[in-house]
């Protein structure tokens, strides 16, 4: 279930609250995000919509770890991570985040195997453990028989999935996908939020993502629309304006 | 380690510009060794003087005589162990290219002053018997393929003329000394006097002296000198180590010419490969950005960056020094005894290396501790 009005303490997976991002540019202060709440429930699939510079990437950011915000809290599985230190969010990623990115952001030098295998370095898994968990990784993402291809010798689509198969290999938290399908046509934008709604339904993924596409938005279970760095309006599925249910 | 392929898979992203810099660190490392081993050469001759002997020429140049009357007053000087007086000879085998140095010697005391200079006793017993006999340095030996009993004919035209010069090898000489100088020819005082025109008759070319001690160095050295004062036979008298440098600074100062060269060339090197690596990291910002958002620490991320710099630098240095470890017996063959011993030591390949790796960290650092302090929501932006 996801909530945008909770202000106190909740079970979710993510609570995100009072949050604010504001940037300095030129001596101007720019407020991004302005007194942000969210509540994410474990297996919750969320799109954020919004026009550019509405904060949707800054949000994901933030909640992703990537970035740290003015004033506010997030706490995710427990861990509030607004105050770690940067090895420490670093190694909260590592273990927490499945990141998905519209560019695919693939390793160019590495082969799929390789790519999707990064995370993994980070664990103290065996090679061969580290393997078995790669091709489980591809299979899922229907690419097991390219394991040893070069992202310039696949499709856009099928680098997207190789990027999402990176993303769930070391079985995240949550996975937070920025526009996934941007760069892709329509016929592998389907194929993708497919595959990402197999994953939420099927393996009990948690999902936040951005995107400008309504078609692709409706696939989430609740669309949240952010404009001026607030969320003023909460998408399908039964969602009111300020709250959802 | 886990990481490995990661390195490798950046090294040779750009396969062109991975030789090219390759390339540069091994120029530089090749010529790094060249010139520590011709700094070695030169400086050779002082490393390895006998601390507890002097030298004496004539004030004016080396090339001017001493009286051998000087021996005996020498001798005489307290501090002074034993005497023994050379000549150059300055002859010709077979060709002018074949050059090495002879050396007219005294035989009742040229062992007893530099007794580094092995020579087997039967050996010198036929040599000291024998009017024509001849002592070779087992360099110039091998270089000619001499063997005891061969006859050898020398021209020379600095003393009586044109004239050949005819010695049997007696003997084969050896340095005690790592790096002493194998490459000279000696042979008697006796049979030098009986052909050297009446002009030069009661002259020697230098003095060479043992002393009991090297701290009488400075005493005797000026007690030579004093003895010699205001005669037409003024002398210079100092410690075979310094006579050793005096004689490399005739050159010019070569110490000086190599330390420039080699600094101007590990400077180029170092601009080049930061800049390379500095363009390297610049291009895959979003790459690294992406290892970072994934969970790779900002240490982890400057270690890829200063392991790749390490390995060019390595991979670079191993090469350059292996190719002078090929060039240098192959040069100082070429030149035919005309430097000192060319020598590649291990000191050499050691710091040659110990340099390489200095150069890849810090042309690896900058870009490493940039890509460290990348921020990955600014990085990502780029895209």
């Given at each position: 279930?996801?909530?945008?009005?909770?202000?106190?303490?909740?079970?979710?997976?993510?609570?995100?609250?009072?949050?604010?991002?504001?940037?300095?540019?030129?001596?101007?202060?720019?407020?991004?995000?302005?007194?942000?709440?969210?509540?994410?429930?474990?297996?919750?699939?969320?799109?954020?919509?919004?026009?550019?510079?509405?904060?949707?990437?800054?949000?994901?950011?933030?909640?992703?770890?990537?970035?740290?915000?003015?004033?506010?809290?997030?706490?995710?599985?427990?861990?509030?991570?607004?105050?770690?230190?940067?090895?420490?969010?670093?190694?909260?990623?590592?273990?927490?985040?499945?990141?998905?990115?519209?560019?695919?952001?693939?390793?160019?030098?590495?082969?799929?195997?390789?790519?999707?295998?990064?995370?993994?370095?980070?664990?103290?898994?065996?090679?061969?453990?580290?393997?078995?968990?790669?091709?489980?990784?591809?299979?899922?993402?229907?690419?097991?028989?390219?394991?040893?291809?070069?992202?310039?010798?696949?499709?856009?689509?099928?680098?997207?999935?190789?990027?999402?198969?990176?993303?769930?290999?070391?079985?995240?938290?949550?996975?937070?996908?920025?526009?996934?399908?941007?760069?892709?046509?329509?016929?592998?934008?389907?194929?993708?939020?497919?595959?990402?709604?197999?994953?939420?339904?099927?393996?009990?993924?948690?999902?936040?993502?951005?995107?400008?596409?309504?078609?692709?938005?409706?696939?989430?279970?609740?669309?949240?629309?952010?404009?001026?760095?607030?969320?003023?309006?909460?998408?399908?599925?039964?969602?009111?304006?300020?709250?959802?249910? | 380690?886990?990481?490995?392929?990661?390195?490798?898979?950046?090294?040779?992203?750009?396969?062109?510009?991975?030789?090219?810099?390759?390339?540069?660190?091994?120029v530089a490392l090749f010529l790094f060794a060249f010139l520590a081993v011709v700094r070695g050469a030169f400086n050779r001759g002082a490393d390895i003087a006998g601390a507890d002997r002097l030298v004496v020429i004539n004030r004016i140049s080396i090339i001017q005589p001493l009286?051998?009357?000087?021996?005996?007053?020498?001798?005489?000087?307290?501090?002074?162990?034993?005497?023994t007086h050379n000549n150059w000879f300055g002859g010709v085998y077979q060709d002018e290219k074949n050059f090495f140095p002879q050396f007219v010697i005294?035989?009742?005391?040229q062992?007893?002053v530099i007794?580094e200079l092995?020579?087997?006793?039967?050996?010198?017993?036929?040599?000291?018997?024998?009017?024509?006999?001849?002592?070779a340095g087992a360099k110039t030996a091998a270089r000619f393929?001499?063997?005891?009993?061969?006859?050898?004919?020398i021209k020379n035209a600095l003393f009586?003329?044109?004239?050949?010069?005819?010695?049997?090898?007696?003997?084969?000489y050896h340095s005690e000394r790592a790096g002493g100088d194998e490459s000279q020819f000696w042979?008697?005082?006796?049979?030098?006097?009986?052909?050297?025109?009446?002009?030069?008759?009661?002259n020697v070319g230098w003095y060479v002296i043992?002393?009991?001690?090297p701290?009488?160095a400075v005493?005797?050295a000026?007690?030579i000198d004093?003895?010699?004062?205001?005669?037409?036979f003024e002398t210079k008298t100092e410690t075979e180590s310094a006579f050793a440098a005096g004689w490399v600074k005739q050159f010019g100062n070569i110490q000086f010419l190599i330390m420039t060269i080699g600094t101007v060339v590990f400077f180029t090197l170092?601009?080049?490969?930061?800049?390379?690596?500095?363009?390297?990291?610049?291009?895959?910002?979003?790459?690294?950005?992406?290892?970072?958002?994934?969970?790779?620490?900002?240490?982890?991320?400057?270690?890829?960056?200063?392991?790749?710099?390490?390995?060019?630098?390595?991979?670079?240095?191993?090469?350059g020094l292996?190719l002078a470890a090929i060039a240098v017996p192959v040069l100082a063959a070429a030149l035919n005894g005309l430097l000192p011993t060319l020598i590649l030591s291990k000191t050499i390949l050691a710091l040659g290396?110990?340099l390489?790796?200095?150069?890849?960290?810090?042309?690896?650092?900058?870009?490493?501790?940039?890509?460290?302090?990348?921020?990955?929501?600014?990085?990502?932006?780029?895209?």
């Open positions: 279930m996801i909530r945008v009005d909770s202000t106190g303490k909740s079970n979710s997976l993510i609570q995100v609250r009072g949050l604010d991002k504001t940037y300095r540019r030129g001596g101007e202060e720019i407020q991004v995000l302005q007194r942000l709440n969210l509540d994410v429930d474990k297996g919750d699939f969320v799109a954020f919509m919004g026009p550019s510079g509405s904060g949707k990437t800054t949000l994901l950011n933030l909640l992703g770890g990537l970035d740290v915000p003015t004033h506010g809290s997030i706490t995710v599985a427990g861990d509030e991570i607004t105050h770690m230190s940067g090895n420490k969010l670093t190694r909260w990623r590592a273990r927490h985040v499945g990141f998905i990115f519209q560019m695919y952001n693939l390793i160019p030098v590495l082969n799929a195997f390789q790519n999707v295998e990064l995370p993994l370095l980070l664990t103290k898994l065996s090679k061969s453990d580290r393997r078995k968990h790669v091709e489980t990784a591809l299979g899922v993402v229907g690419l097991a028989d390219r394991m040893n291809h070069y992202p310039r010798q696949l499709s856009g689509g099928q680098e997207q999935r190789v990027a999402i198969a990176r993303a769930i290999v070391a079985d995240p938290t949550f996975l937070l996908c920025d526009e996934p399908t941007g760069d892709l046509d329509r016929k592998s934008a389907d194929e993708i939020m497919e595959l990402i709604i197999r994953l939420v339904k099927e393996y009990g993924k948690t999902v936040l993502m951005v995107t400008h596409d309504p078609v692709v938005a409706k696939r989430a279970d609740t669309t949240l629309h952010l404009e001026k760095g607030v969320l003023v309006e909460a998408g399908e599925l039964g969602v009111a304006a300020g709250g959802v249910a | 380690m886990k990481f490995r392929g990661l390195i490798f898979a950046n090294l040779f992203r750009k396969k062109l510009r991975l030789i090219l810099t390759i390339g540069s660190f091994a009286p051998l009357a000087y021996r005996d007053k020498i001798l005489r000087i307290p501090g002074v162990k034993a005497v005294d035989i009742e005391n062992r007893k007794p092995k020579v087997p006793d039967d050996q010198w017993n036929n040599f000291v018997k024998d009017r024509r006999g001849a002592i393929g001499w063997k005891v009993g061969d006859h050898i004919p009586g003329g044109e004239s050949t010069w005819d010695f049997n090898i007696d003997g084969i042979f008697q005082w006796d049979y030098f006097e009986e052909r050297m025109p009446q002009s030069f008759k009661g043992k002393l009991d001690s701290d009488n005493a005797v000026k007690a004093d003895m010699a004062a205001n005669s037409s170092l601009l080049v490969t930061g800049n390379t690596m500095a363009i390297s990291v610049r291009e895959r910002v979003s790459e690294l950005a992406v290892l970072k958002a994934i969970g790779f620490t900002d240490r982890s991320v400057l270690f890829f960056v200063l392991a790749e710099a390490l390995t060019i630098a390595l991979v670079g240095g191993l090469f292996g290396l110990a390489a790796v200095f150069v890849g960290g810090v042309s690896g650092l900058l870009p490493g501790i940039g890509a460290m302090r990348m921020r990955v929501v600014t990085a990502l932006r780029r895209v």
